[in-house]
C-alpha cells in the first residue's frame, strides 16, 4: 500500500481511538499495535516493550516529576492568593492596576507550577471575585485569568518544552531560554487587550484601586520572595553550567517543599501525601504518553509513513511560509482537541523534519507549537481552561468565558506573526546565553 495513503488511513484511526474515549497513551498504542499487526506480522510487537521502556530510559526525563512536584507544592498552599495581594498592592496605583495584577500574578504563578490550569485556579479565586466586585466586565474578569494561566506552559521551567526538548533531541536549556521574551511579549499583549477592554467599558473607577501603606506593602513580601528566589535560582544554575535540569529541578522542588512547610505551615502528613500523590498521577500520565508515543513513532518509521511524509512535502512547490501556515493550521486543530504533551508528541516525529527542511528553526518552531497550545487550551470544545474558570466563578456563563477570552485568542495570533516576522523574539536570548547552534 502506498505510504501516504497509509498514513491517512493511520491518521483518520488514531482520531477514531481517541475520540472513542480511551486515554490518549493507550490509543496509541491501540493504533501502533494493529498496524503493526497488520502489515509486519506478529513478530513485529516483540520489539515494542523494548521500544516503551527505550523511551522511559532517559535521565532528562527525570526532570518532569521534579518539576510537578514543584508546582504541586506551591499550588497546595497560600502562595497564589499571596502572589496576586502582593501584586496588587505594590501595582494599586498604576491605571488598571487590578487586572495588571491578576496577568502577571498569572505570570509568575505559572512560571513557579508550569501548570495552566492550576494558574487559573489559584489566582481565579482571589482575583474573578475582586475584579467583579469593583466592577470589570465578567468577560474581561473571566477571560484575563483564562489567557493568563495559558503562560504555563510557555515561561520557563516548561513541562511541555521539556518533553519537546526530549521529543525532538533539542536543548532543554535553549527551549526555556526561548520561552522567556515570546512569554514576556504575551503578557504585555494581554495587559495591553485589558486595560483597552477596561477604558471602553467607560467605567474610569476601574482604572484605580485602594491605596495600600509601605507596610502593607512591604509585610507580604517574605511570602512571595522566596518562591521567586528559587525560580531564579533554577534558572541561574542550569544556564550557568553548574547543574543540569534534572539536577536543578530535583533542587528546586525539594527547597519549595521545604517553604511550603516552613512558610504555610504544610505539616500535616495528609496533606503532603495529597502534594505527592497528585504530583505522582499527573507525571506517570505524561511518562505514559511519552512511551506510547515512542511505539506509535516506531510505527510510523517502521511502515515508511513519516519518511513519505516529509518527502512528499519536500516536492511541493510552494512557499516555506506557506508551508509554515498549512502546520499552525493543523497544530491548531489539534490542540482544540488533546492536551499539549500528546500533540508534541504525536505530531514532532512528522513536523521536525518538515520545518527544518524548510529551513526554520527547530527552537523557534517550539515556541510557535507552543503558543498554537496555549490557543488550544481556552477553545471550545476541550478547552481545558474555560471549565476550569467556570468551576470558580458558576455563575459567569460558559459562553461569557469564551467570548472574553476570544481577544487573547487574537493577542496570540499577533504573537505567531511577530514570532514570524521577528525570529530573533524566540533565538537571540538562548544564542546569547549559550552561543549560536551551528
Known amino acids: ?5 497509509l498514513g491517512l488511513i493511520v491518521a483518520i484511526a488514531t482520531i477514531v481511538v481517541l475520540f472513542s ?4 497513551a493507550l490509543g496509541l498504542l491501540i493504533v501502533s499495535g494493529g498496524f503493526l499487526i497488520v502489515f509486519d506480522g506478529m513478530r513485529s510487537l516483540e520489539l515494542l516493550p523494548e521500544i516503551f521502556f527505550g523511551k522511559l530510559n532517559n535521565f532528562a526525563l527525570l526532570s518532569i516529576p521534579m518539576f510537578i512536584i514543584m508546582g504541586a507544592s506551591i499550588a497546595s498552599t497560600r502562595a497564589g492568593a499571596d502572589l496576586y495581594e502582593a501584586l496588587e498592592r505594590w501595582l494599586t496605583r498604576v491605571p488598571g492596576g487590578l487586572v495588571i495584577s491578576n496577568l502577571g500574578a498569572c505570570a509568575l504563578f505559572s512560571a513557579m507550577s508550569g501548570s495552566s490550569p492550576a494558574t487559573c485556579a489559584a489566582i481565579g479565586k482571589m482575583g474573578i471575585p475582586e475584579m467583579r466586585k469593583r466592577g470589570y466586565p465578567d468577560a474581561v474578569a473571566a477571560g484575563s485569568i483564562a489567557a493568563g494561566g495559558t503562560l504555563g506552559i510557555l515561561i520557563p521551567p516548561s513541562v511541555t518544552m521539556i518533553v519537546y526538548g526530549i521529543a525532538t533531541e533539542t536543548s532543554i536549556g535553549r527551549l526555556f531560554l526561548a520561552g522567556v521574551i515570546p512569554g514576556l511579549m504575551l503578557v504585555g499583549l494581554f495587559m495591553a487587550w485589558s486595560l483597552y477592554s477596561t477604558w471602553r467599558s467607560g467605567d474610569m473607577n476601574l482604572l ?8 502593607e506593602r512591604i509585610e507580604i513580601l517574605p511570602r512571595v520572595l522566596p518562591f521567586l528566589f528559587i525560580i531564579l535560582g533554577v534558572l541561574y544554575a542550569m544556564y ?17 517543599l521545604v517553604i511550603a512547610m516552613v512558610i504555610y505551615k504544610l505539616w500535616s502528613p495528609r496533606a503532603l501525601w495529597v502534594v505527592l500523590r497528585d504530583s505522582t498521577r499527573e507525571s506517570v500520565m505524561i511518562l505514559f504518553i511519552i512511551a506510547a508515543a515512542g511505539v506509535f513513532s516506531y510505527m510510523l518509521s517502521s511502515l515508511f509513513i513519516t519518511q513519505s ?13 506557506v508551508l509554515m501556515g ?8 489539534a490542540g482544540f482537541f488533546l492536551p499539549p504533551v500528546a500533540v508534541i508528541l504525536m505530531a514532532a516525529p512528522i513536523l521536525l523534519p518538515i520545518i527544518t527542511t524548510a529551513g526554520f528553526d527547530p527552537i523557534w518552531f517550539a515556541v510557535v507549537l507552543t503558543i498554537n497550545m496555549e490557543i488550544g487550551l481556552i477553545s471550545p470544545p476541550v478547552g481545558l481552561n474555560l471549565y476550569v474558570i467556570n468551576s470558580i466563578a458558576p455563575d459567569i456563563k460558559l459562553k461569557t468565558i469564551l467570548v472574553g477570552s476570544l481577544p487573547y485568542v487574537g493577542c496570540m495570533v499577533l504573537a505567531i506573526v511577530l514570532l514570524c516576522l521577528f525570529p530573533g523574539l524566540a533565538t537571540w536570548l538562548p544564542d546569547l546565553v549559550m552561543g549560536t547552534m551551528r
Open 1 to 5: 500500500m502506498d505510504p501516504l495513503l
Open 21 to 24: 474515549g480511551v486515554s490518549v
Open 208 to 215: 484605580t484601586g485602594r491605596s495600600y501603606s509601605w507596610r
Open 240 to 256: 550557568g553550567g553548574i547543574a543540569t535540569p534534572s539536577e536543578t529541578a530535583a533542587v528546586g522542588a525539594l527547597l519549595c
Open 309 to 321: 511524509i516529509a518527502e512528499w512535502i519536500g516536492t511541493l512547490d510552494v512557499n516555506r511560509w
Open 326 to 333: 498549512a502546520v499552525n493550521v493543523f497544530l491548531l486543530v
